[in-house]
């Protein structure tokens, strides 16, 4: 007999994937290359939200996590009612945004924000606007990948003026 949908392993990351973290973190938690496979693999299932939601022809970040850019700085928003149980359980992650170190038209090097998606009952509650400070500090004059939604030109007016 087949379990329901619903017990079977796995069911939860279908609509959030589910980690764990060994140490205090700040909300986003950042990932890269030498992050836990879990984390990696975490950014991959969101970009294949990202990919869903806006019918690009592919995912934004490496297969199953194993993403090649080294440079890349990815981070995951975990449910902010679970931050502080994050050591302790596994913990749903409701977002996540990808930074790729590029050169511009006059080859320019800088760094650009590659994709971020939220989960759509996260959005519009300050979690991008919080980290924002924090992405602006880290990355200086990023810039944001074309094409940008309704959204986020919205956000960018917004917070960038």
């Not at 392993?9 to 764990?20: E, Y």
């Not at 836990?36 to 294949?48: L, S």
């Not at 490496?62 to 502080?84: N, R």
């Not at 759509?120 to 979690?127: C, V």
């Amino acid at each position: 007999m087949t379990k329901p949908l619903a017990m079977q392993k796995g069911a939860l990351d279908i609509i959030a994937p589910l980690i764990s973290v060994n140490e205090p973190f700040t909300n986003p938690l950042e990932v890269t290359y030498k992050s836990a496979k879990q984390h990696r693999k975490a950014v991959y299932k969101i970009a294949r939200f990202f990919k869903k939601e806006f019918q690009y022809d592919f995912v934004q970040y490496g297969y199953d996590g194993d993403e090649k850019d080294e440079l890349h700085c990815a981070f995951l928003w975990i449910d902010p009612g679970t931050v502080e149980l994050a050591t302790e359980f596994r913990v749903p992650c409701v977002g996540a945004t990808c930074f790729r170190w590029r050169s511009n038209a006059d080859d320019s090097p800088l760094w650009v924000m590659d994709w971020i998606w939220i989960h759509p009952f996260y959005r519009r509650k300050g979690l991008l606007t919080a980290a924002w400070p924090q992405f602006r500090d880290r990355f200086k004059d990023f810039v944001c990948e074309r094409p940008l939604s309704e959204a986020m030109k919205k956000f960018l007016l917004k917070n960038d003026g």
